[in-house]
């Protein structure tokens, strides 16, 4: 690599790194140009930029050119490197995350598998190609659902990382933030604040205070501490992550990001005008960076959908929502798993408006669509499982209700394990059907097994944790029966 090409290669990342795509496909087609001219066509460093050119085409959104670019890479890797080579198993990982995002399982499995025989390698931890076939191994076994492959995955980079450079430094707090993320995932939601906030001191002594990384990881940290109720540490992150991201520009798409997170949490803390303009802005700047037929644009316009549906103006909400799923579907495709959310989410939508049956038709494509895409014991199926059980209820059909709910917890139990927040929910819903049906002691028995698990992730005075206990007690006070009242 000639000193003028790695200047381009690292003015395409800033470039790619500042949202300015069109300047970043630029620079890297100039590098590839050249490396082509200079050392032929099929050379590995001709499949290094080719690779490149392929996430920044997935990070614009353009599905097709992205794995046009990857299978290119992968010729070029398989002649001249050979299938077994790291190089050749980190492009193998990107089409195959490529195929899977967009919903394509049946084109990323057999990629997954030949990536995971690559297991068998033997690679000396000193090797500069060590750690990327770690990550790669990881990334498989997490999009798998193999979570604890994964984990030892991570812990086994960390440690090389450690030994190898120390544990100041940036692949360390990138280690770090993947364990966080797959403890956040697990809803082992301590364990990742604290991995969270040691990120963060890395990124202290080794990052200019402007950093993106570090606004990222910001928003990492908030996340968590929204997701424990913590709503004033959230906002502080939040707010501090879209400072550092201003400095890049409002129209950085990391910008954006940071506006619909404060948005979200806005709307958490019934904030609804607050996170009202947030969205606006995160709109327009999508529509001017990243364009209106983007999946991400999808996202934050069904966001928009779901604040205007709690606020009860559904007149606003239902287009929105109905947009938002069109451009979900032309932009990933109509077998893609996050289509089941947006089905689910209209699925609500008319159940507040009070259309039970248009609800009840969308629920059973939602869940269609799950069972065929990701499996009947999948932890979306059992959140969609169970909001069509409180349709159910709606309904006046408390038989399938029931059945549902405890379906839905089964799954909780196998998939994420009996301490899981989302195992804590559905179960908190099962106790309110057993409130509504006149089984109190049934009822205090699984609300307390729900303050149980939310005193482990929340705190003991978190205020649902308290809420839950004063319900318990509620239930607890058995009420007079007429006949048992003694006159004197």
Partial sequence: MTPKNQERLDQARTCETRGLYQDALQLYQQVLEEISHQMGNHHPEVSVILDKLGLLYQGMGDYTEARNYFERALMIDEQALGNLHPQYTLHLAHLAFLHDSHGHHAQAEPLYQQIRTAEGQ??????????????????????????????????????????????????YAEALTHKANLFRELGELQRAIVLYERVLEIDRWTLDPDHPHYSAHMNNLANAYEAT????????????????????????????????????????????EEAHVLYEQTLAIDEQTIGDTHPTYAVHLSNMA???????????????????????CNALGTTHPDIACYLNNLAMLHTAMGEPQEALALFEQALSLDRKSLGEDHPNYAIHLNNMASLYEVLDNSGKSLELYQQALEIDRKRLGPDHPQYASHLENLAAWHVQHGSHEKAVEYYSIVVQILEKNLGQEHSRCMTLKHQIAELQMEPLEWEDIQVP
Avoid at 247 to 270: D, F, K, M, Q, W
């Fill in 306 to 328: 779901t604040l205007y549906e709690s606020m009860e103006n559904y007149e606003e909400a239902l287009p929105l929502a109905q947009k938002a799923f069109v451009i979900a």
């Fill in 122 to 171: 033997t690679l000396e931890a000193d090797s500069p190609y060590f750690i990327m076939h770690l990550q790669n191994l990881a990334e498989v076994h997490e999009s798998l659902g193999d979570y604890d492959q994964a984990m030892d995955l991570y812990n086994k980079i960390i440690e090389t990382i450690d030994s190898a450079e120390g544990q100041q430094n940036q692949p």
């Fill in 229 to 272: 109720g913590n709503y004033q540490e959230a906002l502080v992150m939040y707010e501090h992550a879209l400072e550092i991201a201003a400095r890049y520009g409002e129209t950085h798409p990391n910008y954006a990001v940071c506006l619909n997170n404060l948005g979200n949490l806005y709307e958490s803390i019934g904030c609804y």
